[in-house]
């Protein structure tokens, strides 16, 4: 019987997958203005000061990122998509929305979305459960695995795995309550920013899914980049 | 400073508010064929076994229900929205869906659905931040609360909070992503059927929201009956 309350339940990622281990800047606070590479398939924390902010550069264009964030003092409090969408009375963030955790607090801002500003609410982080569930076989890297090596990588704990913020995740309920699943909109260069409310760790998954077109029509999956602004 | 780690943030709930102290049945295990009452503003546990079929009954029509449910064995796995969402591919469970957890397998099947369908499976349970948001001071019942203490007169941990699925709310998304906040539209006697797909704990709240018209258009919080079918 598989454990389901541990982590890597089916095994272990290989040593492609560094995310448990490399980090960015120093203990993921970056230097401003310095871009750094969030790698396929991998996923990375990044530590910000309230006031500062950060880009998430979607640099193939066709790339979901999946997007927490975590008070720096408390990571049971954390940017709530159940929260967030109460809070703005809809379903995706524009540009100048606020975004609130489980407590109603902001935590960030949405400053500035050069892309079509297609984003998803709705969808859990892809977990090994969902690759089983599509039928792969063993070990596949995974967001919600690369969000608990990400954190482990900065040595803070994860009390509960929230639902994200699927940057360019394309999968719009119909009127009638029906998804669809579809490639992103974006293009290569488009980036959203954002600005902490509060003293923060975010953690940035590059998804790894390559079994359904969500990454792209070619269900490839690609780096992103981060960059605190100057 | 407010002390958001916990609990009863803002006070505790007054003598009249019971789901800490009063139980259903014999520990949460009901009787086949037995009626119980969530009194208004108070939310109760409930033991199920597998195959067993739990009835939700909205009494006076136009009460909201926040429903959750807990595999026995770990409440760390749980009745999942952002898990359900993708696994159905639409935004709202009907009879016949398997409903998953946060690892992907099913808890409950909705088995039956006297009402128009319409349920919430967006929105965070209301809880103290959300009432001094709308103006309230000092203590206010709500759905988190009671969901906690609810599962507390039952002696079970609850390690974080989830989503509920909102039975009878009336929050739908518009094609373009806004959210309306309407009265419900189910009837007196309107009720859900679920059937247990493993052992579990479902926790129901009679949402004690009185400041806006989601618990009817007078917004007078009322109970709901639950029983388990001989």
Known sequence: MID??????AGRPDGTNASAREVLGH???????????IPAR?????RLRRGERLRVVNT????????WAFAETD??????MEHLRPDLRKLRPEP???LVTNRRRAILTLVEDSSPGVHDTLVASCDIHRYHQLG????HDNCTDNLRMALSA???PLPAVPCPLNLWMNTPPRENGEMAWLPPVSRPGDHVTFRAEMDLVAVISACPMDLLPINGADAVPRSLSVTVLP
């Open 154 to 156: 900065l040595g803070i």
């Open 27 to 37: 203990d993921g606070r970056l230097e401003p203005g310095s871009l750094h590479e």
């Open 136 to 139: 792969h076989e063993g070990y």
């Open 42 to 46: 991998q996923g990375r924390a990044i």
């Open 75 to 80: 990571p049971g409090e954390h940017l709530s």
């Open 96 to 98: 100048g929305d606020a």
């Open 60 to 67: 193939h264009g066709s790339q979901v990122g999946d997007f």
């Open 4 to 9: 389901f309350s541990r982590p890597f339940a």
